[in-house]
């Protein structure tokens, strides 16, 4: 699929990291650029910066994605692309002085994670159905979600961070199958340790330590570097059903 003013996109998490990373590089080819996020005051800055347009969405509320699925349609036309950045990472581990893991706090990891990307993909693939194929191969969308290396790699504390990830990368190839007989494809891409705003807060020390996980180059990702991989992933028809690791060779060690 080609990126271009006529095609419309909606981003996750857009308001900061990756997400926007992504909504800015697709807002550089012209692409109509719709971000959902809790933040309503950075969501609105990035939309305003990239002529796009803001809706505040909680994704884990049906509800909430689809209200704001709706004004963001009205405002740009349905989506094509939709991307998945919202996410959350808190650690605790499964056993702890104080306790057993929190289970609500583990469900609002779940839910907004995992329940959360599906609640968006599901709906906007809803969308994009209706809309008439492009070119040769008769696509009509490209949905990506955002795994994790810690899918498989997950640290202490992670359990719920890891599941959550897990989760997504799980359903990529049977959404791709169950969408595929309407021309929309599904990819996710799995990240390691990118220099986020969580991640730069950290001292020197620290980052230096996670960057030497790292086989080549021995460094943080820069989100321009994931956002680059899912412009490639929406352009490149024959990417579908499978989990892209961004991740420099890294395989994290237990803590």
Not at 77 to 85: F, T
Not at 145 to 174: H, R
Not at 192 to 202: D, E, H, L, N, R
Not at 203 to 219: G, S, T
Request: with cysteine; glycine share 12%.
């Amino acid at each position: 699929m080609k990126l271009g003013s006529d095609t419309a996109a909606v981003v996750t998490g857009g308001a900061s990291g990756l997400g926007r990373a992504v909504a800015q590089a697709l807002a550089r080819q012209q692409v109509r650029t719709g971000i959902l996020d809790m933040d309503e005051a950075a969501g609105g800055a990035v939309a305003a910066e990239l002529g796009g347009t803001f809706a505040r969405c909680d994704v884990a509320d049906p509800a909430s994605v689809a209200a704001a699925l709706s004004w963001l349609r009205g405002a740009q036309g349905q989506e094509r692309i939709c991307i998945n950045c919202a996410g959350i990472a808190p650690a605790q581990r499964t056993l702890s002085r104080g306790g057993a893991h929190d289970p609500a706090g583990f469900a609002r990891v779940i839910g907004i994670n995992l329940i959360g990307s599906f609640n968006v993909a599901s709906q906007s693939a809803a969308g994009m159905a209706t809309l008439d194929p492009l070119g040769d191969d008769a696509e009509r969308g490209v949905i990506i979600n955002t795994a994790s290396i810690a899918a498989w790699d997950g640290q202490i504390g992670q359990a719920a961070y890891a599941a959550s990830k897990a989760g997504v990368a799980g359903m990529t190839l049977p959404m791709a199958r169950d969408l595929a007989r309407i021309g929309i494809r599904v990819m996710a891409i799995a990240p390691g340790i990118f220099q986020t705003a969580m991640v730069s807060g950290f001292v020197p020390e620290v980052q230096e330590a996670l960057a030497r996980h790292a086989q080549f180059p021995a460094r943080l990702g820069r989100p321009e570097e994931f956002a680059a991989l899912a412009c490639h992933i929406v352009e490149n028809p024959m990417l579908n059903g499978e989990v892209i690791r961004l991740d420099a060779g890294a395989r994290m060690p237990p803590r």
